[in-house]
């Protein structure tokens, strides 16, 4: 049966994970809809977080609800894209972490989100924590048990 020797892994401050928020693709709420597909068709990622100009997270935003929200009822309406906002179509009730939270709470998080943002106390971003970092650190030391 696999058990963790040490809890050390589950009790590590997430900020040793994160990806930092200079590394990080985002839009303002303020930009168009065009401009968001702009930069996550570019990025190559299907959903980014949503940034003020104080670098204040507000939620993301994710290729499919573009698409689902330029979509009429018998075709797409591309022309809506110009006009439309990021804050009309972005999430805005995704869970976060902040600076003081550890692996653990991650770990479940991640489950079911395949990144968390981090802020701090005052809600500015500070990068994101990915599924990947995650199971790659898990993987890592579940390679330690052997
Ligand atoms: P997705 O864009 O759906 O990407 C799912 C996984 O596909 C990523 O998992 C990564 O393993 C791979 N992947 C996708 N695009 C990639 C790219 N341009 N370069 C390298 N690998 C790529 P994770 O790395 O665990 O990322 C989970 C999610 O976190 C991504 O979901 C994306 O929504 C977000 N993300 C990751 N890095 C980001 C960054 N630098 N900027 C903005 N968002 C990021």
């Given at each position: 049966?696999?058990?963790?020797?040490?809890?050390?892994?589950l009790h590590t401050n997430i900020m040793d994970y994160i990806?930092?928020?200079?590394?990080?693709?985002?839009?303002?709420?303020?930009?168009?809809?065009?401009?968001?597909?702009?930069?996550?068709?570019?990025?190559?990622?299907?959903?980014?977080?949503v940034l003020d100009a104080k670098y204040r997270l507000q939620?993301?935003?994710?290729?499919?609800?573009?698409?689902?929200?330029?979509?009429?009822?018998?075709?797409?309406?591309?022309?809506?894209?110009?006009?439309?906002?990021?804050?009309?179509?972005?999430a805005t009730d995704k869970p976060w972490l902040t600076i003081?939270?550890?692996?653990?709470?991650?770990?479940?998080?991640?489950?079911?989100?395949?990144?968390?943002?981090?802020?701090?106390?005052?809600?500015?971003?500070?990068?994101?924590?990915?599924?990947?970092?995650?199971?790659?650190?898990?993987?890592?030391?579940?390679?330690?048990?052997?």
């Amino acid at each position: 049966m696999i058990s963790f020797e040490s809890k050390d892994v589950l009790h590590t401050n997430i900020m040793d994970y994160i990806i930092p928020a200079e590394k990080v693709a985002h839009v303002q709420p303020g930009n168009n809809l065009e401009h968001a597909l702009l930069i996550l068709t570019k990025s190559g990622y299907t959903a980014i977080p949503v940034l003020d100009a104080k670098y204040r997270l507000q939620g993301l935003i994710s290729s499919p609800m573009i698409t689902e929200a330029i979509l009429g009822l018998e075709r797409i309406e591309f022309e809506k894209l110009e006009h439309m906002k990021v804050e009309e179509v972005m999430a805005t009730d995704k869970p976060w972490l902040t600076i003081h939270d550890h692996f653990r709470k991650a770990l479940g998080l991640l489950i079911n989100h395949p990144f968390l943002c981090v802020t701090d106390e005052e809600g500015v971003f500070q990068g994101i924590l990915t599924r990947r970092v995650i199971l790659k650190h898990l993987n890592y030391h579940v390679d330690q048990l052997k």
